[in-house]
Nanobody, 125 residues
């Protein structure tokens, strides 16, 4: 069992930066692939970024490539999402998710076993 808790969301102007954190409970964190998804009002939950259990592989949605960076610290049971050059279209609730069973089908919400409660990110124009 893994429990996830996001933090770091807030209100920022266009072009600004935020760093989201997702703290995980349990001693098995290092065995899970992790990801960030986001959901805007009246839209589906979309993939943002993923990272393998040892941090050696990462993947990004085209819309955030070059602006967002996912990383993890297995000693601290935490995964991060550094978001730069934010745009109003990035406004959403951001969720972290944990996936057992290897680094595959990382773009699909149904592949993930555990989810956090989400943190709101609002980018003003």
């Amino acid at each position: 069992q893994v429990q996830l808790g996001e933090s770091g969301g807030g209100l920022v102007q266009t072009g600004g930066s935020l760093r989201l954190s997702c703290a995980a409970s349990g001693r098995t964190f290092r065995s899970y692939a992790m990801a960030w998804f986001r959901q805007a009002p009246r839209k589906e939950r979309d993939f943002v970024a993923a990272i393998s259990s040892n941090g050696g592989m990462t993947d990004y949605a085209d819309s955030v490539k070059g602006r967002f960076t996912i990383s993890r610290d297995n000693a601290k049971n935490t995964v991060y999402l550094q978001m730069n050059s934010l745009k109003p279209d990035d406004t959403a609730v951001y969720y972290c998710a944990a996936k057992n069973g290897g680094y595959s089908r990382t773009h699909y919400p149904g592949s993930y076993d555990y989810w956090g409660q989400g943190t709101q990110v609002t980018v003003s124009s």
